[in-house]
C-alpha cells in the first residue's frame, strides 16, 4: 500500500538555521505529494504540494521537491523563525486513490 | 470562506455510550473526508464522501462507526458504544474537484475522550 515515512524524532534548532525534515514514500501509482503544518492549538494547513516528478513546491520560504529516482520530498527552510515551530507532516494521494497518508510528523521547536 | 467547522471541539463520554459529530465543509466542496489522529501519529483515513455517496470507507471504520452527507452538504460522524480505543482527534477535510491532486483542507477536530 501506499506510505509515508519521516525523520524519526523532534528537531530542535536556533533562529537563523536551515531546517530540513527528511521524507520519502512508497506508492502504488503515481503520487501527489503534500507537507502539511500544524501550529499549536490549529488545525492541518496545506504548507505546499507537487504533483508530478521534478516539480518544486514552496510557500512561506519553505521548499521541497519531488524527486521520483529517490521517492523523495525532502521539505527545506533557509532560515527559521520562532514562528515557524509546529508538527510538518508529508502526506501523499495517488490516482485512483483520494485518501492522505500521512507520516508520522515531525515536531520542530525553533529557540530563539 | 469560512473553513472547514467541526462540532463539537471537545467530547467526554463515557465507554458504551453514543457520539455524533458534525463536519461542515467548505461551500460547494464536492468531496469530504473523515480521518483519525492519535497522540504522536499522522492522520488516518476513515471514510470519504463524493456529493452525498460514501464511495471509501477504511478497514478502521469498525461496524460501530457509521458516516453520512445528506444531500451532500454537511456531515455527521456517529460511534456506537464508545471505548477506549476510540480516544482521538477526529478530522474532517473537504475539497473541491475530481482528482487526486486536489487540496484538502482540514478542520479543527473534535477531540473525544471515552472515560
Known amino acids: 500500500g501506499d506510505s509515508v515515512t519521516q525523520m524519526e524524532g523532534p528537531v530542535t534548532l536556533s533562529e537563523e538555521a536551515f531546517l530540513t525534515i527528511n521524507c520519502t514514500y512508497t506508492?502504488?501509482?503515481?503520487?501527489?505529494l503534500f507537507w502539511y503544518v500544524q501550529y499549536p492549538g490549529e488545525g492541518l494547513q496545506l504548507l505546499l504540494k507537487?504533483?508530478?516528478?521534478?516539480d518544486k513546491g514552496s510557500n512561506k520560504g519553505f521548499e521541497a521537491t519531488y524527486r521520483k529516482e529517490t521517492t523523495s520530498f525532502h521539505l527545506e527552510k533557509g532560515s527559521v523563525q520562532v514562528s515557524d515551530s509546529a508538527v510538518y507532516f508529508c502526506?501523499?494521494?495517488?490516482?485512483?486513490?483520494?485518501?492522505?497518508?500521512f507520516g508520522k510528523g515531525n515536531q520542530v521547536v525553533v529557540i530563539p | 470562506d469560512t473553513g472547514v467547522s467541526q462540532n463539537p471541539r471537545h467530547k467526554i463520554t463515557k465507554r458504551g455510550q453514543n457520539v455524533t459529530f458534525r463536519c461542515d465543509p467548505i461551500?460547494?466542496?464536492?468531496?469530504l473526508y473523515w480521518y483519525r489522529q492519535t497522540l504522536g501519529q499522522g492522520p488516518e483515513f476513515l471514510t470519504y464522501?463524493?456529493?452525498?455517496?460514501?464511495?471509501?470507507k477504511s478497514r478502521l471504520l469498525s461496524d460501530r462507526f457509521s458516516a453520512e452527507r445528506p444531500k451532500g452538504s454537511f456531515s455527521t460522524l456517529e460511534i456506537q458504544r464508545t471505548e477506549q480505543g476510540d480516544s482521538a482527534m477526529y478530522l474532517c477535510?473537504?475539497?473541491f474537484g475530481a482528482g487526486y491532486t486536489d487540496t484538502q483542507y482540514f478542520g479543527p477536530g473534535t477531540r473525544l475522550t471515552v472515560l
Open positions: 477535510a473537504s475539497s
Open positions: 506508492a502504488t501509482g503515481y503520487p501527489s
Open positions: 507537487a504533483t508530478k516528478a521534478d
Open positions: 502526506a501523499l494521494t495517488t490516482y485512483g486513490n483520494n485518501r492522505l497518508a
Open positions: 461551500s460547494e466542496h464536492n468531496r
Open positions: 464522501f463524493q456529493n452525498e455517496a460514501q464511495l471509501e
